[in-house]
């Protein structure tokens, strides 16, 4: 990967550049693969956990928030709506629902604090 400026005839430095990409190769891909898939499988188990847990039913924001603060603690609300496709709002009601089912915790700062999903028995 690089990027290269391209020059007039004298040489000098032009304001257009060009970047090149290289593509990952075929053993990446298939690690990666594997990786997601053993991320599914993790993830099948914790919510597996997290539905003997709580006694109420999670909305699919509910879940898709879940995943958000396990695959990434450190997400921020505004990082989660736009991923979601929600309003910051939106996040802030699911989020105070998953906090008053004592199934997540922001530890630290709005900006530098991180999310835990709390899957341990009472």
């Known amino acids: ?3 290269s400026y391209l020059r007039d005839k004298k040489g000098i ?9 290289s593509r990952t ?6 690690n990666s693969e594997k990786s997601s898939e053993s991320g599914s499988e993790q993830w099948l188990k ?3 956990t997290i539905l003997e847990k ?3 039913k999670i909305n699919k924001s509910q879940w898709k928030i879940l995943r958000i603060i396990i695959d990434r603690p450190q997400s921020i609300i505004q990082e989660m709506a736009d991923q979601i ?3 910051t ?11 008053a089912a004592d199934l997540v915790v922001r ?6 604090g991180i999310w835990t999903v709390k899957i341990d028995s009472h």
């Open 13 to 21: 430095q032009e304001g257009i550049f060009t970047v090149v990409l």
């Open 25 to 30: 190769s075929k053993s990446s891909e298939k």
């Open 85 to 87: 496709g929600l309003s």
């Open 107 to 112: 530890t630290g700062s709005d900006i530098s």
């Open 46 to 48: 914790t919510k597996a």
């Open 54 to 56: 709580v006694n109420f």
């Open 89 to 99: 709002r939106a996040i802030e009601k699911n989020l105070e629902k998953l906090k």
């Open 1 to 3: 990967m690089g990027i």
